[in-house]
């Protein structure tokens, strides 16, 4: 049975953040929220399963009990979600959450008398509702053994207008102590490098609107840790995964190093993605060998003229355009003015997005977007605007059309296709050379997991490239 279907918008993020405390930037940040391994800003979990609730409370009639959810993939924010309640038998009652034909949530709502005691915690007095005030940067190693407490971040009223028929069901402390574990994971522990993975709960004898806390198990392998929770109303424990944080790439200084000054004068490159990861990389190489260096940028303004300032700041030449390869592109690279001699093309959308079906058409088209036709796009502007020098292109293709990762079918096969187009670029224009290399999986933020998976260090990749790029 359907319950409802809502698209979270990012006023709704805004909103949820003040009621919870979580302003956690995976949720509330364009530019940080693609330096995940999302690749985009994602609704808060407990939002939408308070909201699943909330539906579930006109056709549930029995008491609630406990709580059990998994988290199975995430809900992007503007993603159309549909709530259903798959079972209901006397004991227990479960709701899916779903995007298209993907499960994102999946809850179970236990039914029947409250039996749980409030479990005793070593923990002190709580911290104020307005603690911690950014998320905390824990280090792996401190979260084992972490125990504390805090007020809820609103007060009652806050959890019963937001969820009118819960908090008559369950009371509005337990609401808020249902709102108060998004800013458990998201501000706390793991904090501001987290994943919530999933949780099981017993409703308990109402106290205080806080929520104690104690980290029982942190995991080093998976980088998984269980904490257990208490206050409220509620107890029992929760599971989260500690990210890795986003990956720095290497200094301009430290590229320079193991770069043959002036090894590159006379060339002007236009580096395509250059704020981060492999174009960042990219583009302090070349700088450092004495090109000209343009980068560009689809959201990230700010991470883009860091690079510059750093390559600026060791010597090098670079300025910064902004360019989304989604856009029309001739219109938006006549920004730049100088004749382009080198291209490295490094645009992309998130790679491990959620795919709604076993193949999905959306997800297809959009990563054909990016390369294939804004590819060749890309180099007929450069070549169009150009002073009649040939335009040495590079296309990074990957492995992944043979060894992909789980669920990564839509990306091998546009790279599959991106190839093939290389190859008639090569064999029709006399303008335009393409070089192809099928990279390995490098250390980035997207290919970053939680447990490492021996990516390589992308400058003992890219270095090789760009040399190759810029012989004569």
């Excluded at 406990?66 to 979600?81: E, K, M, Q, S």
């Excluded at 002073?387 to 492995?399: E, H, I, M, Q, V």
Aim: aromatic share 6%.
């Amino acid at each position: 049975m359907q319950l409802g279907v809502r698209t979270f918008e990012e006023r709704d993020q805004r909103t949820f953040a003040v009621l919870s405390g979580d302003s956690n930037p995976m949720h509330m940040d364009h530019v940080a929220a693609r330096r995940t391994q999302m690749g985009a800003p994602v609704v808060h979990g407990m939002h939408a399963v308070l909201w699943a609730l909330e539906l579930a409370c006109q056709q549930v009639s029995e008491a609630f009990s406990g709580l059990r959810v998994n988290f199975a993939g995430p809900i992007y924010v503007g993603d159309p979600v549909e709530a259903a309640l798959i079972s209901h038998a006397a004991t227990q009652a479960k709701i899916h959450l779903r995007v298209g034909n993907a499960l994102a949530t999946s809850i179970t709502l236990e039914l029947g008398p409250m039996i749980c005691e409030t479990p005793a915690m070593r923990t002190g007095p709580p911290r104020p509702a307005t603690w911690p005030p950014n998320p905390l940067p824990l280090a792996f190693g401190e979260m084992a053994g972490q125990a504390d407490a805090f007020h809820f971040a609103r007060g009652p009223q806050d959890a019963t207008a937001g969820y009118p028929a819960l908090a008559d069901r369950i009371t509005p402390n337990r609401v808020g102590a249902l709102v108060a574990l998004s800013r458990l994971v998201g501000m706390i522990c793991p904090g501001l490098h987290s994943i919530f993975s999933g949780v099981t709960l017993d409703f308990a004898p109402e106290d205080r609107p806080a929520l104690q806390y104690e980290c029982v198990e942190a995991d080093p392998r998976f980088r998984r840790i269980r904490i257990a929770v208490a206050g409220g109303g509620i107890a029992g424990e929760l599971t989260a995964f500690a990210r890795l944080p986003p990956t720095e790439q290497p200094s301009f200084a430290d590229i320079a190093a193991v770069t043959a000054a002036g090894a590159y004068q006379g060339a002007t490159v236009l580096v395509v993605g250059g704020s981060r990861g492999l174009g960042e990389v990219t583009a302090k190489a070349c700088a450092a060998g004495g090109a000209e260096v343009v980068i560009t940028y689809a959201k990230g303004a700010s991470e883009a003229e860091h690079v510059a300032e750093q390559i600026r700041a060791g010597g090098g030449r670079c300025r910064v355009v902004q360019f989304d390869a989604r856009e029309a592109v001739a219109a938006q690279l006549a920004a730049v003015t100088e004749p382009i001699t080198h291209l490295y093309y490094y645009a992309t959308g998130p790679i491990a997005v959620r795919r709604t079906k076993f193949l999905s058409a959306d997800v297809l088209a959009d990563f054909m977007r990016f390369y294939t036709t804004a590819f060749v796009d890309t180099c007929e502007a450069l070549v169009a605007h150009g002073d009649g020098a040939r335009l040495r292109a590079f296309y990074p293709s990957s492995t992944a059309i043979y060894e992909r990762p789980k669920g990564w079918a839509e990306y091998a096969m546009a790279k599959a296709a991106g190839e093939v187009l290389c190859r008639e670029i090569n064999m029709q224009r006399r303008d335009i050379e393409v070089i192809v290399e099928r990279l390995p999986r490098l250390l980035t933020d997207q290919t970053a997991a939680v447990r490492p998976a021996g990516e390589e260090p992308a400058l003992a990749v890219i270095l090789p490239i760009v040399v190759r790029m810029q012989a004569p």
